[in-house]
């Protein structure tokens, strides 16, 4: 029986963030950016819909003078993105046999 | 990276993968250049600290060696200026942790080690001082060796693992069985007005000098290029 993949973390965007994000206490949106190799443009909606979902936060501060966007994952994300990985692990364990 | 939403499994997992081994190299490049200039600092601050007591022969230029972490924090943020802030993982806090416990422990030692042994030489007679006296290097080059040994863990590079065991064990035995006093000796004579410039200023750096750039500068320039 196949576990239903959550829609929010089935694209490549949200899931590259989110793989990011597990692995950091938090980090800066530039540095998302750079590793992931998305626009700023598109990369600023894929997190708004992380963040509408609970599964980030999304933090607004200064560096200096210059404004600077802080992103780190909430439990709820933490949550979601183990059922994730479960769910993908049922996938692939038919795939096998 | 585009917005598809029709992706396999195999895929995803590609992806969950490839982002946490990104971030993996980032900590260990932003580590290297840490590492890099910690290393580059220590060497500087060793031949200056060296020249001093070689010119001076006053060895209270050893406390200078306070300044270090101060140093190494300011040449950090300048190498580092411009570029995205690498964020702080589980592997780089335990980098800082590491080397912040060996910071601790090495100073402490060192000063209190340099302290009594300018009290005991005031106090006590020369051969009693001679046998009272702390050496303060050897301990410090074992700490050394056993953070570069644990970050060589942490990081996986055996690189490093290795450059801690010998470099700290190496300069442990050589400075318990003198072989830098000895070595003076036979270059300068006890006699000679240069002996305590050559046995306090000039070996000592050399030593320091060596495992720094052993233990940090060649593993940071390592992971920094990798």
Redesign the interface.
């Known amino acids: 029986m196949f576990k239903p993949l959550d829609p929010l973390l089935h694209s490549e965007l949200r899931l590259a963030v989110v793989s990011l994000l597990i692995s950091t206490e938090e980090a800066e949106f530039p540095y998302i950016k750079e590793q992931t190799g998305a626009t700023a443009g598109n990369l600023s909606v894929q997190i708004d819909k992380l963040s509408a979902a609970g599964y980030i936060e999304v933090e607004k501060t200064f560096k200096g003078k210059k404004p600077c966007t802080l992103c780190h994952i909430t439990p709820v994300g933490l949550k979601a993105f183990e059922d994730y990985v479960k769910a993908l692990k049922s996938y692939l364990n038919v795939k096998k046999t | ?5 029709n ?1 396999t ?5 590609e ?2 993968t ?3 081994e ?3 190299q ?1 900590v260990a490049k932003d580590t290297g250049l840490s590492l890099y200039v910690a290393g580059l600092c220590t060497m500087g601050m060793a031949i200056l600290i060296g020249i001093l007591i070689f010119f001076t022969t006053n060895t209270a230029w050893y406390l200078m060696y306070i300044l270090l972490p101060i140093t190494i924090f300011a040449a950090d943020r300048y190498a580092k200026r411009g570029k ?7 592997v780089s ?1 335990m980098v800082d942790k590491t080397w912040q416990a060996f910071g601790i422990f090495a100073l402490a030692y060192l000063v209190f080690g340099i302290l009594y042994n300018m009290l005991m030489s005031h106090f006590e007679q020369p051969e009693v001082y001679m046998r009272m006296m702390i050496q303060p290097l050897r301990v410090v080059l074992l700490l050394m060796g056993i953070t570069i040994t644990i970050n060589g863990y942490i990081l996986k590079s055996r690189w490093m693992v290795w450059c801690g065991i010998v470099g700290g064990i190496g300069g442990f035995v050589w400075e318990s069985f003198y072989v830098s006093e000895t070595l003076t000796v036979w270059l300068v004579p006890y006699t000679h007005a240069s002996y305590i410039g050559f046995a306090h200023g000039i070996i000592p750096a050399f030593i320091v000098t060596v495992l720094a750039f052993i233990g940090l500068t060649l593993p940071g320039l390592k992971l920094k290029n990798s």
């Open positions: 990276m585009e917005e598809k939403n992706m499994a195999e895929r995803s997992l992806i969950i490839e982002q946490i990104r971030s993996r980032m995205p802030k690498v964020p702080a993982s589980l806090s």
